[in-house]
């Protein structure tokens, strides 16, 4: 019996249930969700183990309760400072990922040549040693051949294992969808505050205007329960959202349905009355700020964004953008926070809205303060660099198919742009000849057909996944990756960490199947294509073990990595104090940024238009969100939260859908200067008029995915790409991706 029968047939003999299909579903959620609804008391033979989530960056603190070398139930770890205590529908579903019968189980290859999104790949199981070897040969022929650059990653920095692999190779073509979630506020933060942080203390701010970020609704634990705690003890929530069912606005006191794109307008106006009415918070801003030095260019350039002048852009009447920007300044501590797939960031305007609502946080004088956005006290832990000092990395041309490296500001940060990966790849035919894929779908990118059409060509490809998405049917050969819950790692606290924090993560269960951690993928394979940066100074290779007990101790957590599994987490309570210099070259923060004029980009956020506006032939905004209980376009195939929401729709307007004589469940063609789905109608009276909203994450096509297949529609083939060209053209300080910039015809079929 092999070892995925073995876990299988021990998991099914004990929860009861089967996996298989979906007929036995409510059994299977039997043993999950009902007990999710209150405490479970422990089987004699169950053991809790703590550790966390992996599925967001709430990274909340777990105990995961194992019965007989089965995974059962997981819960929120009260101790945490970032969940609390609290977990959300995707990480309680932790069973439905752990347990999906269509993970990647070994290493496979392909045995038919023709690739393509729907084509069978003729997958054939492989050893590890098989899988590697042909994945070594292929790269060491291929940088011999073609050079480092004609290696390109899809795949993030980090961890630090996988950045030292992605160094051995030393290419510049590694992308990620850093451009479609925070890279604007990457940008913007490291050049007005000094560095791109991730904390809001909602919890104990008295006022909370969110833009599009609806940070309820999207359920990440550590900063939703945040809000509603705020609101509890009293703080006035605002929401700008043109979709009035988002969470946010509704647990909102004020929900304000905005014209989709026009953010901006309203900030810039909420800075002008704030300005002109010299409500700022005046020791703040003149203490702490370059405001002194540029106060003239700062009120001439806001001078002219009179609420009356957004009114006309935004639908928000002039005298509630008046009302609230009083109010913001003067019943503090206040917050406007501002984040990635945001109706608001994520449009050609993205960058200049992070830059205002920036400086909106500044103005109050919240920056590092309770109930403002706030800088991580974090452990330091080092990486495996640090650990293993490697041999001198190639060196890296700089040079990317995409064109990052014309631009000054995302050079520097060298992350993103999968909204100009299949333009990249069009106007450089044939430079690219090996791909390695890590934990992306197609479905990540703008336009995914003609991403896929440009995949396809690339002649080698590995991926490195846990699900089977479509894009392994673009590969040819899958390296089966082991899932959080089974693997070890320390998460230091980042996204609430007003003092320090650290919890364990440690497996649970053993790697499923033949499954295994990305650190021992990439050490086996870094020595068998790079060895001499994948031992020690004796030849020896490197033992993951040491270097997690070296981090462990070098981080101050413990004497080695056992002692931090057996504690859990370590907790350092301590006072919070509040900034006096910001990490920028002058201390201060820059409202007027002098490195964005030098480098011929606006120096304040100056209003500019979205992409793509309604027009007779695409009357609709199109608008997308993702769905509660999902990550993106990834755990659609989780049974349970599959049976929560599995597929999608469009929601319309009842009184749009009446004048264009839809009803309820009529399926509807959406067409977008680039696409068309088919979905059904869902009417409802929380959305514009002007305005249809598609969720994203289904439409999956992969039949790998059992449970995800062919269910519902993707919303990107609907979102036009980019490319470095558009970027550059519109002044673009972030390089925002424009992923919400679509608008739409529809029509009844
Ligand atoms: S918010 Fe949900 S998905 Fe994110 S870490 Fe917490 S439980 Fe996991």
Not at 222 to 232: E, I, L
Not at 235 to 258: L, R
Not at 442 to 461: Q, R
């Amino acid at each position: 019996m092999n070892t995925l029968d073995a876990n299988r047939r021990e998991f099914l003999k004990t929860s009861g249930t089967a996996l298989a299909g979906a007929a036995v579903l409510p059994g299977f959620l039997d043993g999950i969700v009902r007990k999710a609804s209150g405490p479970v008391p422990l089987a004699d033979t169950a053991t809790q183990i703590i550790s966390d989530c992996a599925w967001c960056g709430s990274a909340c603190g777990m105990k995961a309760t194992v019965s007989g070398g089965v995974l059962t139930f997981v819960e929120g770890l009260p101790e945490d400072i970032q969940g609390g205590g609290k977990m959300c529908a995707k990480g309680k579903a932790a069973t439905g990922y752990l347990y999906d019968p269509d993970r990647l189980k070994y290493p496979m290859k392909r045995t038919n040549p023709v690739k393509g999104v729907g084509v069978d790949a003729g997958w054939v199981r492989i050893t590890w040693d098989e899988a590697l070897d042909l994945a070594t040969a292929k790269l060491k022929e291929t940088i011999e051949k073609n050079g480092r650059d004609s290696v390109m990653i899809l795949g993030l920095a980090s961890p630090d294992v996988w950045a030292r692999f992605q160094n051995c190779i030393g290419t510049s073509n590694r992308f990620d969808h850093w451009d479609e979630c925070f890279l604007a506020n990457r940008v913007v933060s490291a050049n007005v505050i000094g560095g791109f942080v991730w904390g809001h203390d909602f919890a104990n701010a008295k006022y909370i205007v969110t833009f599009g970020w609806d940070v309820v609704g999207k359920a990440k634990v550590v900063w939703a329960r945040a809000v509603t705690d705020a609101k509890k003890k009293g703080a006035k929530i605002v929401s700008f959202n043109p979709y009035k069912a988002a969470g946010t606005s509704v647990v909102a006191d004020e929900a304000i349905s905005i014209r989709p794109g026009s953010d901006l307008a309203v900030v810039n106006a909420m800075i002008h009355v704030i300005l002109a009415e010299n409500l700022y918070d005046k020791a703040f801003v003149e203490g702490l700020t370059n405001f002194p030095q540029y106060e003239t260019e700062i009120r001439a350039h806001f001078a002219p964004y009179t609420p009356e002048w957004a009114e006309a852009l935004s639908d928000v009447p002039a005298e509630t953008i008046t009302r609230i920007a009083r109010e913001f300044a003067t019943n503090g501590p206040a917050i406007a926070p501002i984040h990635k797939k945001t109706p608001s960031a994520n449009y050609a305007n993205g960058s200049e809205t992070t830059f205002a609502i920036t400086i909106l946080n500044v103005l109050a004088g919240t920056i590092d303060r309770p109930g403002g956005r706030f800088f991580p006290r974090t452990h330091t832990i080092p990486g495996i660099d640090a650990i293993v000092p490697p041999p001198a990395y190639p060196a890296k041309s700089g040079v990317d198919i995409v064109g990052r490296h014309r631009h000054p500001f995302l050079k520097a940060v060298g992350s993103g742009m999968f909204s100009c990966l299949a333009d990249g790849l069009r106007k450089n035919p044939g430079k690219i000849q090996m791909g390695i894929i890590t934990r992306y779908s197609t479905m990540a990118f703008p336009n995914p057909p003609e991403v896929e059409a440009e995949l396809k060509k690339i002649p080698f490809t590995v991926v490195c996944d846990i699900f089977p998405n479509e894009i392994i049917e673009l590969a040819d050969v899958v390296l089966p990756s082991a899932l959080y819950l089974e693997v070890s790692d320390l998460v230091a606290r980042d996204h609430h960490a007003p003092y320090k924090m650290t919890v364990v993560r440690q497996p649970v269960v053993p790697p499923q199947f033949e499954t295994k951690p990305l650190g021992s993928i990439l050490l086996a394979w870094g020595l068998k294509a790079f060895p001499e940066y994948w031992k020690n100074p004796d030849g020896t290779p490197i033992n993951m073990g040491y270097v997690l007990d070296e981090k462990t101790k070098r981080a101050g957590l413990g004497a080695n990595f056992a002692e931090m599994k057996a504690k859990g987490f370590v907790k350092e309570v301590a006072p919070f104090v509040p900034r006096t210099s910001f990490p920028t070259a002058s201390g201060k923060i820059n409202i007027y940024v002098k490195a964005f004029a030098d480098a011929g980009f606006e120096p304040l956020p100056t209003w500019k238009q979205k992409r793509d506006v309604p027009s007779s032939q695409y009357p609709f905004y199109l608008l997308t969100i993702i769905p509660p209980m999902h990550i993106r376009n990834t755990t659609e195939n989780n049974r349970i939260t599959n049976e929560i929401k599995g597929t999608n729709e469009v929601f319309i307007n009842v009184q749009t859908a009446r004048g264009l004589g839809i009803s309820e469940g009529d399926t509807i063609k959406v067409r977008s200067r680039v696409g068309e789905i088919q979905v059904p109608a869902r009417l409802t009276e929380a959305i514009r008029p002007d305005c249809v909203l598609v969720p994203h994450g289904f439409g999956h096509q992969s039949r790998l995915m059992t449970a995800a297949y062919g269910k519902g529609a993707k919303d990107a083939i609907l979102v036009p790409g980019q490319s470095m060209d558009d970027i550059l053209a519109r002044k673009d300080v972030g390089g925002a991706a424009c992923i919400m910039d679509a608008v739409v015809s529809i029509a009844k079929i």
